[in-house]
């Protein structure tokens, strides 16, 4: 079975400084990565995903995330944090045979002034 | 082009009660995945329907049922409910059900159970 871990519910970031939200994959075929964003009361939004190829892959809203396979990690960036990136981070994995996601707790992300 | 809409936006039942969420997947979609997200957790897959079939359950009970209907818009249906049923049901659908297809998400129905 495919899963994912991302550790530490609750982010807190400074206006401006660096966001870094950490996704461990675990899975026993080729993953296909995604990250999710999903602000109050709202479904959904897909921030960026991995399926393959380039390795660094970026995303919407100033995102970024970078699929390592000897760490499996797919871990998410954005150089410089926004009052409007504070919501929920949620990383997931598909890719045994059909497009089914796997996710992981999620991160509540919380922006500083 | 229209996303996908789910309907209702939030709903109240008590335990025993029986519920139907309904979702529009968007334009082109032939597939459609449900997923519930309990308070403080990421969503889990409860099953998904490819071209009015279903096409794979995650481990819910059988009290969980849907349908997929000829113009891809697809209803999740809940017996018997429990008070552990309360969450946001998200819907999802995608160009088609293969590996890396994108799942692109409604709103969510937010049930409460009492």
């Known amino acids: 079975a495919q899963s994912v871990t991302q550790l530490g519910s609750h982010v807190s970031v400074s206006e401006g400084a660096l966001v870094l939200l950490r996704c461990n994959y675990s899975s026993s075929v080729p993953p296909y990565l995604f990250w999710y964003v999903q602000y109050p009361n709202q479904g959904l939004q897909l921030l960026l995903k991995y399926t393959t190829g380039a390795t660094l892959v970026k995303g919407i809203n100033g995102f970024e995330a970078e699929f390592k396979k000897s760490e499996t990690s797919f871990h998410l960036t954005k150089p410089s944090a926004h009052m409007s990136d504070a919501a929920e981070y949620f990383c997931?994995?598909?890719?045994?045979?059909?497009?089914?996601?796997?996710f992981g707790k999620g991160n509540q992300v919380v922006v500083i002034p | 082009e229209t996303g996908v809409t789910q309907s209702p936006t939030h709903l109240i039942k008590t335990r025993g009660q029986q519920v139907t969420l309904r979702c529009s997947s968007q334009s082109g979609h032939n597939t459609v995945s449900w997923y519930q997200q309990a308070l403080g957790q990421g969503p889990q897959f409860i099953f998904q329907?490819?071209?009015?079939?279903?096409?794979g359950r995650g481990n819910f009970p059988p009290r969980f049922s849907g349908l997929q209907f000829p113009n891809y818009s697809s209803e999740l249906n809940v017996n018997a409910l429990e008070l552990d049923d309360s969450a946001l049901y998200l819907c999802?659908?995608?160009?088609?059900?293969?590996?890396?297809?994108?799942?692109?998400f409604g709103p969510g129905t937010r049930l409460t159970v009492l």
């Open positions: 329907y490819y071209r009015e079939e279903e096409n």
């Open positions: 999802a659908s995608s160009l088609a059900s293969g590996v890396g297809d994108t799942q692109y």
């Open positions: 997931a994995v598909s890719g045994q045979g059909n497009n089914r996601l796997a």
